[in-house]
Antibody, heavy 123, light 107 residues
Framework: EVQLVESGGGLVKPGGSLRLSCAAS????????MHWVRQAPGKGLEWVSS????????YYADSLKGRFTISRDNANNSLYLQMNSLRAEDTAVYYC????????????????WGQGTLVTVSS | DIQMTQSPSSLSASVGDRVTITCRAS??????LGWYQQKPGKAPKRLIY???SLQSGVPSRFSGSGSRTEFTLTISSLQPEDFATYYC?????????FGQGTKVEIK
C-alpha cells in the first residue's frame, strides 16, 4: 500500500526555521518525482516545490524567494522541505505528493498525497 | 508562468443535477491537466488525469474533456458525496499551477 506521511509541522515564530519530512512507503521511491503543495487556512492549493527522482531537477515557486530548500534521501525513502525565514503568510497545511515523470518538466499529476502537516507562523 | 483560470468559484446544485466546471490555461498545455476533489480537512483526491482519463475507482459520473487551453470537468448526476471543492492542476511545465477552486454546495 502506498503511504506518504508528513511530519515536522508546528508553531514557529516569524523569522524562524522548520524542517518538514515526508516518509514514503509501498512504492519505489526513486522512480517518482515528489512535490510539496501547501494550503493556507480557507484558501486554495498552492504548489511549493518539486524534485526529480534522482534530485537532478529541482523547482520552486517564485514566491519563496530562496527561503525554502527541497531535498530527498532515496536510501531512506524520505522527502524534506527546509523552510527558513518563515513569515505569517507561510502558515498552511503542507502536503507531499508523488508524480510519475514523463520528461524533466512534464508528468502525470500526483496520484497519492500525504495527510498534511500544519505549519503555523506566529509570535 | 502558466495561469489557470477556473470557473465558477462556487455553485449551488441539487442531487441529480449535471454540473460543469471549466479551467482555461493561459497557454497551450496539450492535455496535461488533472482534476482533484477535496473535502474539508482531507488531502486532494485525483479524479482525472491527462485531461480525460478517469482515475481507477472514481465513479463514471465524473468525466473530463478538453485540450490545449480549454478543459471541463463534468459530473453527470450530482450525488450527496460529491459536495466538495474541485481544483484543476496543469502538469505541463514548472511552476505547476492550480486553478482557484470551485466549491460545489447543496442547493
Amino acid at each position: 500500500e502506498v503511504q506518504l506521511v508528513e511530519s515536522g509541522g508546528g508553531l514557529v515564530k516569524p523569522g524562524g526555521s522548520l524542517r518538514l519530512s515526508c516518509a514514503a512507503s509501498g512504492f519505489t521511491f526513486s522512480n517518482f518525482a515528489m512535490h510539496w503543495v501547501r494550503q493556507a487556512p480557507g484558501k486554495g492549493l498552492e504548489w511549493v516545490s518539486s524534485i526529480s527522482g534522482g534530485s537532478n531537477y529541482i523547482y520552486y515557486a517564485d514566491s519563496l524567494k530562496g527561503r525554502f530548500t527541497i531535498s530527498r534521501d532515496n536510501a531512506n525513502n524520505s522527502l524534506y522541505l527546509q523552510m527558513n525565514s518563515l513569515r505569517a503568510e507561510d502558515t498552511a497545511v503542507y502536503y507531499c505528493a508523488r508524480e510519475v515523470p514523463i520528461t524533466m518538466v512534464r508528468g502525470v499529476p500526483p496520484d497519492y498525497w500525504g495527510q498534511g502537516t500544519l505549519v503555523t507562523v506566529s509570535s | 508562468d502558466i495561469q489557470m483560470t477556473q470557473s465558477p468559484s462556487s455553485l449551488s446544485a441539487s442531487v441529480g443535477d449535471r454540473v460543469t466546471i471549466t479551467c482555461r490555461a493561459s497557454q497551450d498545455i496539450r492535455n496535461d491537466l488533472g482534476w482533484y476533489q477535496q473535502k474539508p480537512g482531507k488531502a486532494p483526491k485525483r479524479l482525472i488525469y491527462a485531461a480525460s482519463s478517469l482515475q481507477s475507482g472514481v465513479p463514471s459520473r465524473f468525466s473530463g474533456s478538453g485540450s490545449r487551453t480549454e478543459f471541463t470537468l463534468t459530473i453527470s448526476s450530482l450525488q450527496p458525496e460529491d459536495f466538495a471543492t474541485y481544483y484543476c492542476l496543469q502538469h505541463n511545465s514548472y511552476p505547476r499551477t492550480f486553478g482557484q477552486g470551485t466549491k460545489v454546495e447543496i442547493k
